[in-house]
């Protein structure tokens, strides 16, 4: 079913939650809180009308330090349209997302668990067919994405939201004070009804002080009595809540704070227990290195903050030397700068003048030896390469200022290496100060003979606290703490738990305890991704590998065999059993029918097809008029010439592309024509024709460009980050700007420049797939491998991962692992809007086999051998885009003027047109196996698309190819763009000359 023209995403209301979030997390005098900016709000391309927030209730319930909230948003779209929506959102260490609902026929449907990967493709999938999912997912470090579909037009949604969060104690001179908790009210826009009641179970009202920046609305807000428990109430109809918000001071405990609960047949505790601080003076160093991340989201941290943390550090230590190592794609040379009685001006200076841009590489992430002790600064979000956050030999504390970030990756970098993660937005400068000139007291090791699967938040006390967690086997456990003290001294302490079993009523100690094992298991994501995978199905929550996802029917439950809430559980099992019967033979059945279509390509090639000119040329147009078709269906396959089959073809004349061109833009309109004579020797002996390339040069009319443009090369990068703040969110700008840079020489920078995509809307692997692309036409294949690793990883059930991945591999040097890849694109099952994906990829999977020499033969066993065989071709051409349910079309007009495309997939010579792509990222593919002499024109058309594109146009990847499968196998790829429906654009035109005297 065609998706409306209207299908669009906005942008959910992403203040309300992120000031939630961060706002919770910043509790310490004199470090004043941080109201973030108010962003768009409910943004929506091409809606007139600006989508409205009706409703907020927040329901939060407090005990000791775990506080336990329910968000409701009603959103009404007053628009004609029906919308997709967004919601990015980061939370603080201490802080999950534990349940989520969406309504479903005015009924909230809570959401159940399923692996990352499947929910991304079922939200997908059901999202063509029209139908209502929602999907949670974990993207990078501690951000979350809320995707939502759909909003009706002239109609409302619900989402509800539940959170659990563990209350920082804010001191005062070094003392727990007290602990605060802050109601958001940040929403950015009118609120229709707001209705806000928290409960503080165990605290009298008198005990509890109100924080209040509420303008107008401070005398609303009532504080009432309720037994031994403290009721706070909010409500406002019309309520404009602009920066206010409504803290709350509960007081603190002396006592260790403990809560049970029984969960799937296990209790787990949690505990918060007091250590009286134990400090001792470390030596001052004299080497001291600083790693500072200067990517383009390292703009985003507090660096007055940063700044005023070293300042404070060297007025204490007054004389030493400082080694600056900045990181962005990758770690620049060390910079050695003295600090003589405190004074660092010249290192300020440079820190001062830091160009954050570029993506942020955890390979540069590695402290000199020779350093006494080492200090980084960064959000710890690695979107570089694979890799995590390498251990230190050296002593280095994580100092944090930003409320976006992956804490646990942070804190076992610091923790390994002796070191201490500080989080700048919970200390003050002289606490983190004393923090770093002091060694303390820390946990070694948890020991128990009534309690299991100890877990502890960190090693060092936080707060005057050691948070634990574990699973109680007995109603009463004892549990040793193993210590060392500040001056290296070993000590114990006994930490006794209690609970009676017909009183429990804790509702957050489970979860503690998987948040903890979660953040333990995240300080080695790419070794624990399974482990991650089973505690999230467990707890049903959303990780690095399971996301939250809430469908319309239960036959959408069955079809991809996600276990639905109770209420759908009896007809999902009865359905699911009838699918399984359905099932059984889904993979012979698709290898047989890629046989088929791999025998009808083999007879293809086995025809000769006449040279000569074509009787009746056909009507010549720009633009070619659609046939009817369904979406994501092939056309027609067009009947061939009939001429009588060849018993031995005769070599077809070995061609060759020009070296790799550059695609920095010329003027407008500028061409790039290459001529190569080819040394191969066809059969008579004679020399082999000439081919020769003219490229048509993209050139953005942009005016970021025209100024880049017209700069010299020293003036380009300063040009290039006054224009960078403007662009922030633009593919476009980045690939232009990386383009010309590499053109002009610039390879370090234009590949720093290239890699801000990785810093775009984190995990969106549209903009990963792009980045790989430009990285392999730049010939930086090993940078493309691990970026479209990442991209597998989050779309295993789209065979262009594997495709990629696979060419990646090849030009990397790597055929083996090639070949694997693009075998898995051929023998598994793919949804029908990719058709014959799998022809193509076996294709390309035969031709790297074929080159291979006989003393290097790969390993073809796991393979079925009646798909081993290679077709060469004189000419082809491969297209591929970045954007997903969108249709572009490959043209190629040959030197008859026949032009071969969808609905003529077929010439008289024999050019030959792969199925239509309308609903997928491609590719098609043009295929010659005889080329017949003359020039071959090149094109591609954006037909349309069905959603909101990645950048401003939709960036089209063509790889063309002469003597393909041969030894002279030479490939072209050039990356352009696309600007709206209906645009054609010249992509290159080949010209193949006879060699003389034939």
Not at 754 to 770: D, P, T, V
Not at 772 to 798: D, F, N
Request: neutral net charge.
């Amino acid at each position: 079913m065609k998706l409306p023209a209207c299908y669009k995403k906005f942008a959910l209301l992403g203040l309300a939650l992120s000031s939630f979030f961060a706002i919770n997390a910043m509790a310490v005098t004199p470090v004043p809180r941080i109201i973030p900016p108010i962003p768009p709000i409910l943004t929506a391309s091409e809606a007139r009308i600006p989508v409205r927030l009706d409703a907020v209730n927040i329901v939060t319930e407090i005990n000791g330090s775990l506080a336990h909230t329910v968000v409701e948003l009603r959103f009404y779209n007053p628009n004609e349209r029906v919308l997709e929506g967004q919601l990015e959102f980061p939370l603080d260490a201490g802080q999950s997302v534990t349940g989520f609902a969406l309504d479903i026929n005015g009924k909230l449907r809570p959401a159940v668990v399923v692996d990352k990967a499947r929910g991304q493709q079922v939200f997908e999938d059901v999202t063509r067919a029209r139908v209502d999912p929602a999907l949670l997912e974990v993207t990078r470090g501690n951000h979350y994405r809320l995707r939502l579909y759909p909003l009706p037009a002239k109609g409302t949604r619900t989402v509800q939201l539940t959170l659990e969060q563990v209350l920082s104690i804010q001191t005062i001179a070094g003392k727990p004070a007290f602990l605060p908790y802050t109601l958001p009210l940040q929403f950015g826009q009118s609120i229709g009804n707001f209705d806000a009641k928290i409960k503080i179970n165990g605290v009298r009202a008198n005990r509890v002080q109100l924080d209040t920046l509420l303008g107008g609305a401070a005398e609303d807000v009532q504080k009432l009595d309720d037994d031994s428990n403290t009721i706070v109430q909010l409500k406002k109809r019309d309520f404009s809540p602009g920066k206010n918000r409504l803290e709350l001071q509960l007081p603190v405990s002396a006592q260790i704070n403990s809560t049970y609960q029984r969960w799937q047949d296990k209790t787990y505790f949690y505990a918060e227990v007091p250590l009286a601080a134990s400090t001792a003076a470390r030596p001052a160093p004299k080497q001291l290195a600083i790693l500072w991340d200067a990517s383009g989201s390292g703009a985003n941290r507090d660096h007055g903050r940063e700044l005023a943390a070293l300042d404070a550090y060297f007025a204490a230590v007054q004389n030493l030397d400082v080694q600056l190592i900045v990181v962005r794609d990758k770690a620049e040379p060390a910079r050695t700068f003295a600090v003589h009685q405190g004074n660092w001006q010249d290192l300020r200076k440079t820190l001062d003048n830091l160009a954050y841009d570029g993506a942020s590489n955890s390979a540069g992430f590695v402290l000199p030896e020779n350093a006494d002790f080492g200090l980084v600064f960064s959000d710890g979000i690695m979107n570089y390469g694979n890799q995590p956050l390498p251990d230190s030999k050296v002593p280095v504390y994580a100092l944090l200022a930003s409320t976006s970030a992956d804490q646990p990756a942070l804190r076992a970098m610091a923790e390994n290496s002796g070191g201490q993660l500080l989080n700048l937005l919970q200390l003050d400068v002289p606490q983190a100060v004393k923090a770093l000139r002091t060694q303390s007291l820390h946990l070694l090791a948890m020991q128990s003979v009534d309690a299991t699967q100890l877990v502890s938040a960190s090693v060092f006390p936080e707060q005057g606290r050691l948070r634990i967690a574990g699973v109680m086997q007995a109603s009463t456990a004892k549990v040793m703490l193993n210590l060392q003290t500040a001056q290296g001294q070993a000590m114990q302490k006994e930490v006794v738990l209690s609970f009676q079993p017909q009183k429990l009523q804790g509702s957050i100690a489970a979860r503690r305890w998987a948040d903890l094992q979660l953040a333990r298991l995240q300080q080695q994501t790419d070794f624990k991704r399974a482990e991650i995978r089973r505690l999230g199905r467990e707890f049903s929550i959303a990780t690095a590998e399971t996301s939250l996802i809430v469908l319309d029917a239960v036959q959408d439950y069955v079809r991809y065999e996600i276990t639905p809430p109770a209420e759908l559980r009896a007809d999902y099992e009865q359905l699911l059993a009838q699918k399984a019967k359905d099932s059984s033979g889904e993979q012979q059945a698709h290898l047989d029918k890629i046989l088929a279509r791999f025998t009808e390509k083999q007879a293809w090639w086995n025809r000769d097809f006449p040279k000569t000119n074509r009787p009746l040329p056909p009507a010549s147009s720009d633009t070619v008029a659609r046939p009817a078709r369904s979406v994501g269906m092939a056309a027609p396959v067009m009947p061939a010439p009939m001429v009588e089959p060849r018993m031995v073809p005769p070599p077809s004349p070995a061609l060759a592309l020009a070296p790799p061109m550059m695609t920095a833009e010329a003027p407008r309109n500028a061409t790039e024509r290459v001529r190569t004579g080819i040394k191969g020797l066809d059969a008579s002996g004679q020399t082999n024709a000439v081919a020769s390339i003219t490229m048509k040069k993209w050139e953005p009319d942009a005016p970021y460009y025209r100024r880049l443009q017209a700069a010299s090369v020293a003036d380009m990068y300063r040009i290039y980050l006054d224009e960078r703040p403007a662009y922030v969110n633009s593919s476009a700008f980045f690939l232009d700007a990386a383009d010309l840079f590499m053109d002009r020489g610039q390879t370090g920078l234009g590949l720093r420049i290239l890699s801000n995509l990785a810093e775009m809307q984190l995990e969106n692997r549209h903009i990963l797939r792009l980045l790989a692309y430009r990285l392999i036409q730049a010939k930086q294949p090993q940078l493309a491998i691990p970026v479209l690793q990442t991209v597998q990883r989050l779309s295993p059930e789209e065979p262009q991962s594997y495709r990629d991945l696979g060419l990646a591999y090849a030009e990397a040097g790597q055929p083996q692992a090639a070949v694997d890849q693009l075998w898995q694109v051929v023998r598994r099952p793919w949804h029908d809007r990719f058709p014959d994906i799998e022809l193509i990829a076996l294709a390309e999977m035969n031709a790297i086999i074929a080159r291979q020499p006989a003393t290097q033969k790969l390993d073809t066993s796991r393979m079925d051998t009646r798909f081993l065989r290679n077709l060469p071709l004189d000419l082809r051409a491969v297209m591929t885009w970045d954007a997903d349910n969108t249709d572009i079309d490959l043209w190629v007009t040959d030197p008859n003027g026949e032009k071969t495309y969808y609905a003529s997939p077929l010439s008289y010579q024999g050019g030959r047109m792969s199925r239509d792509f309308t609903g997928g990222y491609g590719p098609e593919e043009f295929s010659l196996r005889n080329a017949k002499p003359g020039k071959y024109r090149v094109e591609a058309q954006f037909f349309g698309h069905r959603q909101q594109l990645v950048a401003a146009a939709t960036t089209l990847m063509l790889r063309l190819s002469t003597g393909f499968g041969t030894a002279n196998q030479k490939d072209n790829m050039v990356v352009l763009r696309l600007n709206g429906q209906k645009d054609v654009v010249m992509v290159g035109e080949f010209e193949i000359v006879a060699p003389a005297g034939r």
